[in-house]
C-alpha cells in the first residue's frame, strides 16, 4: 500500500478495503491523540487535532468517493463542515466538551447524519466497475508489463 498516495493525494480511486485499512489506522492514531490532549484537559488541543487530520482524512474520503463516481465537493463539504465546529471549539465559541453550547449542538446533530451516510456510502458500497472519470477500477485486474515488455524476453 502507497500510504503517501493515500494519504497526501487526492487522484485516482480506491477500493473499499484499502479505504478501511487507510481509515481505522488514522482514525486510531487521531483517537491516540485526542486521548493524550483529554488528559491535559484541553478541549481546544484536542480539536486541533481534530483539524489536523482532516487532510489525510479528507484525501482518503475523496479517492473512495472517486470509486464511487462521487465529485469530491462531498466529501469536501463533510470536512469543511466539521472544520467549522472544531474551529468554533479552538476560538472559545463552542462552549466545552462537556458543556457545549446550543448552537454546537445544533450543528452536531446533522453532521452525525452526514457522517452516518457517507460511512454507508463509501465504506459498504460497491464501487463503479469498470473505469470512470476518476480513472481505472482499483480492483480490476491489471497486465504485469516488464521493462522488456509483457513477456520479459525482449519481444513484444
Known sequence: MDWNYLLWRFDGRIGRRTFW???????????????????LDQDRLSS???????Y??????????HDRNMTTWVPAAFYAYSALIDFMFVIGAAGTQDDPSSLVVLLTIP?????????????LRKGTSGPNRYGPDPLA?????????PTGNGSL
Open 21 to 39: 485499512i487507510g481509515f481505522m489506522t488514522v482514525g486510531l492514531i487521531e483517537f491516540a491523540c485526542h486521548l493524550a490532549a483529554q488528559s
Open 48 to 54: 486541533i487535532i481534530s483539524l489536523a487530520f482532516g
Open 56 to 65: 489525510p482524512e479528507f484525501a482518503i474520503l475523496a479517492k473512495r468517493g
Open 111 to 123: 453532521w452525525i447524519v452526514f457522517a452516518l451516510a457517507l460511512l454507508v456510502e463509501l465504506g
Open 141 to 149: 485486474p491489471t497486465a504485469i508489463t516488464h521493462r522488456n515488455g
